[in-house]
């Protein structure tokens, strides 16, 4: 393949960019925000777990706790009636007036017991409030930290699009004038080697290999035609001469 001198030193200014280009990629997709914002949403799915746990039980508690009021109503109110039996006098069998002292004595008990575990399910759904406003006010601090990291995020993101725009125009314009099938093989060899498909040869050493050229490629490099596209024997990249290549 045949190509102009200067077409082929514009090449590595197409691979300047596109190295600019895969830097950028590369810092956008491993901006600090995006662990940071990993880690805390990890946190907040936790917290929120727990949160829901915690209101979960706050919930129950209150509905058992309305129960065993509502249990503690009714035998208050059978032992009223019964003492309001007893009191009224129209209880006059000496059987019936024990019958009814001893279930007015099991209902005392009975009303005790319920008062106790509605102390007992009270202490639980105050815990449980407690748990959950605690884990409320975690939720929110954590909350305020994502929304602070996301914004952090996107501004660094919005300012790495602008520059990859930015590049990409400038790449647009550089290869507008290189021949199609210059490019085509820059390209091809770029996906193929890294991301580097143009190196310059830099005092008899390619800079995309980082190996020098021994004496035998050196005098084939020298024989080749200005125009000839010459390559790499060691990497297969394109190899770009400059005035620096040693020659």
Same mark, same amino acid.
């Given at each position: /393949? !045949?190509?102009? @001198?200067?077409?082929?030193?514009?090449?590595?200014?197409?691979?300047?960019?596109?190295?600019?280009?895969?830097? *950028? $990629?590369?810092?956008?997709?491993?901006? @600090?925000?995006?662990?940071?914002?990993?880690? *805390?949403?990890?946190? *907040?799915?936790?917290?929120?777990?727990?949160?829901?746990?915690?209101?979960?039980?706050?919930?129950?508690?209150?509905?058992?706790?309305?129960?065993?009021?509502?249990?503690?109503?009714?035998?208050?109110?059978?032992?009223?009636?019964?003492?309001?039996?007893?009191?009224?006098?129209?209880?006059?069998?000496?059987?019936?007036?024990?019958?009814?002292?001893?279930?007015?004595?099991?209902?005392? #008990?009975?009303?005790?017991?319920?008062?106790?575990?509605?102390?007992?399910? /009270?202490?639980?759904?105050?815990?449980?409030?407690?748990?959950?406003?605690? *884990?409320?006010?975690?939720?929110?601090?954590?909350?305020?930290?994502?929304?602070? $990291?996301?914004?952090?995020?996107?501004?660094?993101?919005?300012?790495?699009?602008?520059?990859?725009?930015?590049?990409? #125009?400038?790449?647009?314009?550089?290869?507008?004038? &290189? @021949?199609?099938?210059?490019? #085509?093989?820059?390209?091809?060899?770029?996906? #193929?080697?890294?991301?580097?498909?143009?190196?310059?040869?830099?005092?008899?050493?390619?800079?995309?290999?980082?190996?020098?050229?021994?004496?035998?490629?050196? !005098?084939?490099?020298?024989?080749?035609?200005?125009?000839?596209?010459?390559?790499?024997? !060691?990497?297969?990249? &394109?190899?770009?001469?400059? @005035?620096?290549?040693?020659?």
């Amino acid at each position: /393949m !045949n190509a102009a @001198p200067a077409d082929q030193i514009r090449l590595l200014d197409v691979q300047s960019l596109d190295v600019r280009l895969t830097q *950028l $990629a590369h810092k956008r997709s491993t901006l @600090p925000e995006l662990a940071e914002l990993s880690a *805390l949403e990890a946190e *907040l799915t936790q917290q929120r777990d727990l949160l829901v746990a915690a209101q979960t039980e706050e919930s129950d508690t209150t509905r058992e706790q309305t129960k065993a009021e509502q249990d503690v109503d009714q035998v208050r109110q059978r032992a009223a009636r019964d003492q309001k039996r007893l009191d009224s006098g129209a209880v006059t069998s000496p059987k019936d007036l024990e019958s009814l002292q001893r279930e007015l004595a099991s209902l005392a #008990k009975r009303q005790g017991d319920l008062e106790d575990i509605v102390l007992e399910v /009270m202490e639980r759904r105050e815990a449980a409030q407690a748990r959950a406003a605690e *884990l409320d006010g975690r939720v929110q601090a954590v909350q305020a930290k994502v929304d602070d $990291a996301t914004a952090r995020r996107d501004a660094a993101c919005t300012e790495i699009d602008a520059e990859v725009e930015t590049v990409t #125009k400038e790449r647009e314009l550089t290869v507008a004038d &290189i @021949p199609a099938d210059l490019l #085509k093989l820059y390209d091809r060899l770029r996906e #193929k080697h890294g991301g580097v498909g143009a190196a310059r040869l830099y005092q008899r050493r390619c800079e995309g290999c980082r190996l020098e050229l021994d004496l035998t490629e050196l !005098n084939d490099v020298r024989s080749a035609a200005a125009d000839a596209v010459v390559r790499c024997e !060691n990497c297969s990249r &394109i190899l770009v001469r400059t @005035p620096d290549s040693g020659l």
